[in-house]
C-alpha cells in the first residue's frame, strides 16, 4: 500500500481516550522548589516514571508517545537494548567513570566511530576537541577556536538561530527574548544576517530570486569597504534551524555561503546539535548540501542519550595554547560507550535512510491534513525534523500572501495531542511552529498513529476557536 493510500482515514480510529492533567504532588513541589527558569513543565505537566523506545509512562500510570525526544538526543528513543548494554559494559569492566581529558580504549574507539561517518574529505584532517557535557560549551570552544586561528574576533550569525544559553553561545542567539534583561553579551562582536526562511522571506521574494538576494547581501556585507563590518572570525550557522522553527536551509543557499566564506577567509562552523546523527536523514545536515565546514559542533545524539559534546574541526584552525579551553566534565566514559554503539547501529540498520522514509510519511499525512485545515501555513524540514507553522487564515497576509503567525493557537494544539497521548514541542517565531522530533527507530504504525491523534488534537483546537 503506498503512503498516499495509508493515511489518517482509512482506517477507524481506536477509541479515543482523553487524559485529565491535575497537579500531582510531585509536580507541586517541583513548581515550589524548582527556579522560576523551568520551562518543559509549564507547558508539559507530567512526572514520568519509566520509558522504553518511543513511550514514556508517567507516575499515574499514562502512556505517552514522545515525539520530543530529549530535544532529538534520544536518536534511538528510551533504554535502547544496544545503549543499555554499552553502559553495563563500562561498570562491568571496572573502567574509571571520570578521566578529565585523559585517553582510554573507550575514548579512542568512540574518536573512531565518529571520525568514521564524517565526510572523508573532513575525516582526513579532523581534530577534536571535548567539551563540557552541553552543546553550548560545544559553542563557547568554538567560538575560541575561530578567534584564536583568525586573529579577528567578530563572528556573523543568522536570524532564528540558537546555539545555546551560555553567554557567548547566547549571543549569537536570534531570540530577543532570553537576552532583554541581560543587556550586552558580546557587544558589538556578532552581526546579524537574514536566514532563508523561504515561507517569510526576509527580502519578501522566496524562492531562487529569495535565495540569491540573501547570498548576494552576505557576499557584498563581506566585501564592501564601507559596510560598517569587520572581517569576522566565523560564520554560525544550523543547516537546520531547530529552536527557530525548524526551518531547512535551501540547499543552493548553503553552497554559495560556503563558497563566500571560503573565498573571504573566514571559518564556517556548522551546527549540527540538534539535526547530527541521521535525524534529517544524512548523517549529518549539512551533507544533503555537499559541502565541508571548518567546524563541525556536536551534542544531544552524541552520547546515546547521555552527556557529552565535542567539536570536530580542520587541522589549519588547531593553533590554540594547551588548556585554552577545558572543563572538569570531559571524559564521561559511559557516554562515548553509549554514543559509540549508538553511531555503530546508525550504520548497521541504515537508521538515516529509515529516518527520510518515515519523514516523507508523516509529511504527507501532514499535508493531507492541510488540505481540510487552513491553520497549516507550511509544512517543512528534512528527515524526522519536522515542523508545521500554524497560520491565521483570517489575518492579513504578507509580502509573500501568506497568513499571519498563529501563536495563540499552537499551544493549544500542544494541549490537546498531550490529552491524546503525544508529547509534542513548539518553537518558532510567536512559538506558533509545532515539532516532531521522534527517536529515529519510529515505525510506519507509529507514525501514521501520531498522524492520526495530531489531526485529532487540531480539531478539537480550532473547534475551541
Known amino acids: 500500500m503506498s503512503v498516499a493510500t495509508s493515511l489518517v482515514n ?54 505517552f508517545i514522545d515525539c520530543l525526544a530529549g530535544a532529538g538526543t534520544l536518536a534511538l528513543g528510551h533504554n535502547h537494548p544496544v545503549v543499555i548494554e554499552a553502559i553495563q559494559q563500562v561498570l562491568a569492566d571496572e573502567l574509571p567513570l571520570h578521566t578529565l581529558d585523559l585517553t582510554t580504549p573507550v575514548k579512542d574507539q568512540f574518536v573512531q566511530d565518529l571520525f568514521g561517518l564524517l565526510p572523508a574529505a573532513l575525516a582526513g584532517e579532523a581534530k577534536i576537541q571535548f567539551c563540557g557535557p552541553t552543546g553550548t560549551d560545544a559553542v563557547e570552544a568554538a567560538l575560541k577556536l575561530v578567534r584564536t586561528a583568525t586573529g579577528r574576533s567578530t563572528v556573523l550569525s543568522f536570524q532564528g538561530g540558537y546555539h545555546g544559553m551560555s553567554q557567548g553561545a547566547l549571543s549569537l542567539m536570534g531570540s530577543l527574548g532570553p537576552k532583554k534583561p541581560l543587556g550586552a553579551l558580546l557587544g558589538n562582536g556578532v552581526q546579524f544576517m537574514p536566514f532563508p526562511y523561504d515561507y517569510r522571506c526576509p527580502f519578501g521574494l522566496g524562492g531562487e530570486r529569495g535565495v540569491k538576494a540573501n547570498l548576494h547581501y552576505l557576499e557584498n556585507l563581506l566585501n564592501d569597504p564601507e559596510a560598517g563590518v569587520q572581517l569576522p572570525a566565523a560564520v554560525i550557522v544550523e543547516a537546520v534551524q531547530g529552536e527557530g522553527g525548524v526551518i531547512p536551509a535551501d540547499l543552493d543557499w548553503l553552497r554559495g555561503l560556503r563558497r563566500i566564506t ?204
Open 10 to 63: 482509512v482506517q477507524p480510529a481506536p477509541v479515543e481516550v482523553l487524559y485529565q492533567f491535575n497537579e500531582s504532588p510531585l509536580l507541586a513541589r517541583q513548581s515550589r522548589q524548582e527556579s522560576n527558569a523551568r520551562s518543559y513543565p509549564r507547558r508539559i505537566p507530567l512526572a514520568l516514571k519509566r520509558a522504553r523506545g518511543l513511550y514514556v509512562e508517567d507516575v499515574e500510570g499514562r502512556r
Open 262 to 465: 571560503e573565498q573571504a577567509g573566514v571559518a564556517l562552523i556548522v551546527d549540527e546539535i540538534q539535526s547530527g546523527f541521521a535525524r534529517t536523514g544524512k548523517m549529518f545536515a549539512f551533507e544533503h548540501a555537499g559541502i565541508i565546514p571548518d567546524v563541525v559542533v556536536m551534542s544531544k545524539a552524541i552520547g546515546g542519550s547521555l552527556p557529552l559534546a565535542v567539536v570536530v574541526y580542520r587541522d589549519w584552525l588547531d593553533t590554540w595554547l594547551p588548556g585554552a579551553h577545558a572543563g572538569t566534565f570531559r571524559g564521561n566514559q559511559m557516554a562515548m560507550a553509549a554514543g559509540s554503539a549508538v553511531m555503530r547501529y546508525l550504520i548497521e540498520h541504515k537508521v538515516a535512510d529509515h529516518a527520510q522514509v518515515m519523514g516523507e510519511r508523516l509529511a504527507a499525512h501532514l499535508r493531507l491534513l492541510q488540505q481540510d485545515f487552513a491553520q497549516l501555513g507550511d509544512i517543512r524540514g528534512r528527515g524526522l525534523m519536522l515542523g508545521v507553522e500554524l497560520v491565521n487564515p483570517a489575518g492579513e497576509a504578507d509580502a509573500q500572501g501568506h497568513p499571519p503567525a498563529f501563536g495563540q493557537l499552537a499551544p493549544r494544539v500542544q494541549r490537546e495531542c498531550l490529552k491524546r497521548g503525544l508529547i509534542l514541542e513548539l518553537g518558532g517565531r510567536h512559538g506558533c511552529v509545532v515539532r516532531f522530533l521522534p527517536p529515529l527507530i519510529i515505525t510506519a504504525d507509529e507514525i501514521d498513529r501520531v498522524a492520526e491523534i495530531f489531526g485529532r488534537a487540531l480539531g478539537a483546537a480550532v473547534a475551541e476557536l
